[in-house]
């Protein structure tokens, strides 16, 4: 049986899903989720990003690590969106990251996209494989874990 996709998914419903706020939240909206398989979000990037500030001045490029915890994030609503647990009892945490390669930099104006497919699931760990592409053409990849926790 195919799985069907969602609607697309806006930042209300990413704020009610994920603790992150500005300006660590870096998923903008969620354009595909396919329960358990695969997610595709999007993140705008704009000159008044605060890291621009500083990396770097005169050349503005998106640092590699937040373009990494953007598809950590979407990773983790991947997990949020299929697996529904109850608001406030739960905690992801970043554990690893595996074949990062950054392809293309990343500047203000560009829309990244991230698509987002599961490798192996467990009831408390996650693998990922990620893409970060801009128009099309590949800027990052990376295979990212995490685990689930509960608050206490």
Partial sequence: MKKEKTEIIDIQRILELMPHRYPFLLVDRILEFVPAERIKTLKNVTINEPFFQGHFP???IMPGVLIVEAMA???GLLYLLTKKPKRNTYV???MGMDKVRFRKPVVPGDQLLFDIKIIHSREKALKISATAT????LAAQAE???AIGERE
């Fill in 134 to 137: 801009v128009d099309r053409q």
């Fill in 92 to 94: 992801l945490y970043f």
């Fill in 58 to 60: 005169d050349v503005p």
């Fill in 144 to 146: 990212l874990l995490a």
């Fill in 73 to 75: 994030q979407s990773g």
